[in-house]
């Protein structure tokens, strides 16, 4: 049974149970486990309810995963959480707390083993800290005296005790030499004007950041600007920019994301094109570096006499809007391929995990001007739509009679159909492009795997690839069959799809398809819900536990494809805390149990074991029963029915008595945490 607190029994189990191998097939061993793990997660919500007191703009805490060491297996004698103080905090050091067999409650200052290189810091820290009882950075307290606060008594106590350490996080952090370089440090301030930037970089590995490091300098070097702007959802561009034009002349592009950073370019100073995106690398990187050594200088043709220094992304003193472009071109770089190289992308992945509200996101950030103008055009796909909707097709019109006869002037104005070439779609967005080839415009395509590709597209499945579009490498025109006009796809086109994996495999997408677009893939992310607390009479329900216990076995029965998204779920963070339950379980019985029926094809035996009720301690908590059929037949058919037991079909039934228990929900994961 979950608790809302730590109990006495826990400290006796961590004392009892210490230093002992695991072993899984001795029933004891596991109950120790799953009392433990109870422990852990009291521990993980005191540790969030501190960060949110304490640092309130740091990154969620970080937690012990289990209460045996990773490669001995034996049971630890503690827990803990780990709690950096900011975003951009060093990772080899971080605040922890947590509870201690010996010690009780612990909170303290302590270094990361696995984030540091310097084998010796470990000496030094040990050194510094002295003993607990008396350390400048350690803080405990019994645990009959912390049993008896209570959960916000404890927050409270660990949010005093990192007051009054001696010795604050930038100190120690500079004491053992974990900051930033000054020389990295004042590079990446430079950026800092860039939102995206700002958020992700700090979430970036060392060896992520000193590589993005090396290339902003190399490239600032070759003697480019780099910016920031609004206008392309790029992030980070470089080319040549004077700091009194709107826009910017760009040679490359950079998407920066919380776990890496990749690249596209156009060809400058002997470097092929990148025209779909690749992550940063120390190839990339180094091929860069490379032109620098050679004394390679890109310059701008308005630039020929000029020799200034490339400016840096705050040195504009804002981002870029989506303006008017001035500034030239490098001479060296066709004006089309110095524009913002197009993006062909799906978003893919099962219900729930986002899609619409990134693409929401993405169209509201980047193709939708301050003056609330749209430049996308957004369609969904199905069998019945096709290429004169698309591009063009012919369409009836009612159009008057040219020639009426006296007699008919007294009726009704007679009509004759027609057929005009209407323009579909893409052909409309196209024609807009054109128009204002210095911004990026947006085909949205909803569905797009529920589409006839080839009947949708026709011959412009050749005219959308990148190096085809107007201006490309290899450009492509072709006449439309309808108007006989020549087309070609602008450059400032981007084509952005979605499609939910649970309708249909990736594997089966149209090959031709494949070949032109990057797939991204949207997976469940259920660390999104671990700040939703929910708790029901004493009980506290662990969203984030319960989803991935529901998708793994998911997985197991029918493949990950169809995995629950975590979307389903969010909604509840918007709601008062003692509405939450409720709210879950009208969620359970609405929206996840019914998917879970159109998965499985109403195969309830699956169901159950998705659910876990066949681990259930009670029937009562049993999502859906399975019915007991001893007296069916007879009640059905008479005495004399000659059926044996395999004849009849199990029978089960929706227990909505279980959407009322805590325990029903907590007991979907408990097995596997």
């Given amino acids: 049974m979950a608790s809302d607190y730590f109990t006495s029994d826990q400290f006796d189990c961590l004392s009892a149970w210490h230093d002992k191998v695991f072993d899984k097939d001795d029933a004891s061993h596991r109950q120790a486990y799953s009392q433990l793990r109870e422990a852990y997660n009291v521990t993980k919500q005191w540790a969030y309810a501190l960060q949110r007191r304490v640092f309130p703009n740091s990154i969620a805490p970080q937690v012990i995963r289990r209460p045996i060491g990773q490669w001995n297996k034996k049971f630890l004698g503690y827990n803990w959480a780990r709690i950096y103080p900011r975003a951009d905090a060093p990772q080899g050091l971080a605040y922890t707390v947590g509870i201690d067999a010996n010690w009780g409650f612990v909170v303290k200052l302590d270094l990361v083993d696995k984030k540091i290189t310097d084998i010796t810091l470990r000496e030094r820290y040990d050194k510094l800290r002295g003993p607990y009882q008396s350390s400048p950075i350690v803080a405990t307290l019994p645990a009959e005296e912390g049993l008896a606060l209570g959960f916000q008594e404890i927050v409270d106590w660990s949010a005093a005790a990192i007051e009054k350490f001696e010795i604050g996080y930038d100190d120690m952090a500079e004491q053992f030499g974990l900051n930033t370089s000054p020389a990295l440090s004042k590079l990446l301030e430079h950026f800092q004007i860039s939102k995206d930037f700002r958020l992700r970089q700090p979430k970036w590995s060392r060896e992520m950041t000193e590589l993005f490091a090396r290339f902003a300098v190399a490239i600032h070097e070759l003697g480019f600007d780099w910016w920031s702007t609004k206008s392309t959802n790029t992030q980070l561009v470089f080319g040549r920019k004077r700091k009194d034009a709107l826009k910017g002349s760009s040679t490359g592009v950079l998407f920066v994301q919380a776990n890496r950073v990749s690249v596209r370019w156009a060809s400058f100073g002997g470097l092929k094109t990148i025209s779909v995106n690749e992550d940063l690398s120390e190839a990339l990187v180094a091929s860069v570096e490379e032109l620098k050594a050679q004394n390679t200088n890109i310059r701008l043709e308005q630039d020929q006499q000029s020799s200034r220094a490339g400016f840096w992304p705050d040195d504009y003193g804002s981002e870029e809007g989506s303006s008017e472009e001035e500034g030239g071109r490098p001479d060296s770089i066709r004006a089309t391929d110095a524009a913002v190289i197009p993006r062909n992308e799906i978003y893919f992945g099962p219900p729930g995990t986002g899609k ?133 796809v602008p450059s400032n086109v981007d084509l952005i799809g979605t499609m939910n994996t649970a309708d249909r495999s990736l594997a089966l997408v149209d090959t031709a398809l494949r070949r032109r677009f990057e797939f991204i893939e949207l997976m469940p992310e259920p660390s999104v819900l671990a700040e939703i607390a929910i708790s029901e009479g004493g009980h506290s329900i662990f969203l984030d536990q319960l989803l991935n216990a529901l998708n793994r076995r998911i997985e197991a029965l029918y493949d990950r494809e169809h995995a629950i998204g975590h979307a389903y779920f969010t909604s509840l963070k918007n709601l008062a805390f003692e509405e939450r339950f409720k709210a879950l379980g009208g969620i359970f019985k609405t929206r996840i149990i019914p998917l879970l029926e159109e998965y499985f094809f109403e195969d309830w035996q699956k169901i159950r074991l998705v659910l876990g009720d066949n681990q259930k301690s009670a029937d009562m908590l049993q999502f859906v029963q399975e019915l007991k059929t001893d007296s069916l037949p007879k009640d059905l058919f008479g005495a004399n029915h000659g059926l044996d037991e395999y004849s009849l079909r199990p029978q089960y039934r929706l227990n909505a008595g279980a959407l009322l228990e805590p325990k029903a929900f907590i007991e979907i994961y408990a097995t596997l945490v």
Avoid: W
């Avoid at 929401?360 to 019945?384: C, D, M, P, W």
């Avoid at 196209?430 to 947006?442: G, H, M, T």
């Fill in 356 to 488: 619409t509200r990134r693409l929401q996101e993405l169209l509201s950030e980047s193709y939708t001007s301050v003056e609330g103008i749209k430049r996308y055009e957004f369609v969904t796909f199905h069998q019945s739509y096709g290429y004169e909707e698309f591009v063009e097709g012919l369409r009836p019109v009612l159009v008057d009679l040219e020639y009426l006869t006296p007699e008919k002037e007294q009726a009704d104005s007679p009509k004759d159909v027609r057929y005009e070439i209407k323009r579909g779609a893409f052909l409309r967005l196209c024609e807009e492009a054109l128009k204002n080839p210095d911004q990026q415009y947006a085909m949205v395509i909803d569905e797009i795997n529920r589409g006839n590709i080839s009947k949708i597209f026709g011959e412009l499945i050749t005219l959308i690839e990148v190096d085809k579009r107007m201006g490309g490498e290899y450009e492509v025109t072709l006449t439309l069959p309808y108007s006989g006009k020549p087309f070609s």
